[in-house]
């Protein structure tokens, strides 16, 4: 695989994770989280653009499937997104073919790709709404947010109850357990870990684990062999990549962790590869990503 290839899938993943929603009007300021919507914005739009899977995964968990007219190319979940038209990849959106789509409604992530095309669309009068998610109550704020923009409070309202009741469930049957030292990477060459500053290190907390690399400047810090050997990690947990094998991606984990045999992790052979889509996309699913971490480090308590 490429060093290209290696970077993209982590970094998507990453950025996916990204969002505090927060509403603006169209103003003429260049503001974090700014969104476009008309003074009568549509309430119940009918004709809705998605440019990030885990916006998709929002709207069709709030029964809005049907009016997804366009995605990315990197909405994959649920099935029905595979079946809308696409409107340019994650990174690079098609402004021409969000413009055919004739949406009255368009949701974005913030960051420079998007929110390029968020501004353009923004100025020719079309209803957008971007959002940063860096952290799970922000995944709420955006449930939030759309239902209001959509019409659907109530059922948005419902979804972050059942998300919020799963997670807690979980945060409590862990709470006094001895707290399993968890390494999370992202990425192997070269090497790159989940800090303490994630959602990431959210997921690890509340399932009963703690982050087992020290606090870090960076979100995503670069590791050396020192820290590495001495994080003393009981459990590793590696990102898969794309949608290739994941039992062949878990062999390679596995063959590539077998060199630092002093770790805890690897005498114990505790080293797992994790779906990302899942586990690190940052929307209606977390609850099924933080159950599957759970099992990851109290495989005695979960089975």
């Not at 303490?196 to 050396?224: C, H, K, S």
């Not at 794309?242 to 991606?249: H, P």
Request: hydrophobic content about 45%; glycine content about 8%.
């Amino acid at each position: 695989m490429t060093r290209e290839k290696r970077w993209t899938i982590p970094i998507i993943v990453i950025v996916c994770l990204a969002g505090v929603l927060v509403l603006y009007r169209h103003s003429g300021a260049d503001k974090p989280g700014r969104s476009f919507l008309k003074p009568a914005a549509v309430v119940r739009p009918e004709r809705i653009v998605s440019l990030a899977p885990n916006l998709t995964e929002i709207l069709f968990a709030l029964g809005l499937g049907g009016k997804v007219v366009a995605v990315s190319n990197n909405c994959d979940y649920p099935a029905g997104a595979g079946e809308k038209a696409k409107v340019g990849t994650f990174w690079q959106p098609n402004t021409e073919a969000i413009i055919a789509a004739k949406p009255d409604l368009v949701v974005t992530l913030w960051f420079e790709q998007q929110k390029a095309v968020a501004d353009t669309l923004g100025r020719i009068g079309l209803n957008v709404l971007t959002f940063r998610i860096e952290k799970i109550p922000e995944l709420y704020a955006a449930i939030e947010k759309i239902g209001l923009a959509a019409g659907c409070e109530q059922r948005a309202k419902l979804l972050n109850g059942n998300i919020a009741g799963r997670l807690n469930a979980l945060r409590g049957k862990f709470a006094t357990e001895k707290k399993v030292r968890v390494m999370w990477v992202v990425q192997t060459e070269p090497l790159r870990l989940a800090g303490r500053d994630t959602f990431i290190n959210q997921l690890i907390e509340l399932t009963g684990g703690e982050n087992a690399i020290a606090p870090t400047i960076q979100q995503y810090p670069p590791v050396g062999t020192e820290e590495l050997l001495t994080c003393g990690a009981e459990v590793i947990i590696q990102s898969a990549m794309g949608t290739a094998d994941t039992e062949q991606q878990q062999r390679a984990a596995e063959h590539f962790w077998s060199r630092f045999a002093s770790l805890p992790a690897v005498k114990s052979k505790r080293v797992y590869v994790v779906a990302a889509d899942c586990a690190l996309r940052l929307g209606p699913r977390v609850p099924e990503g933080a159950e599957t971490i759970a099992r990851y480090l109290h495989p005695d308590l979960t089975e």
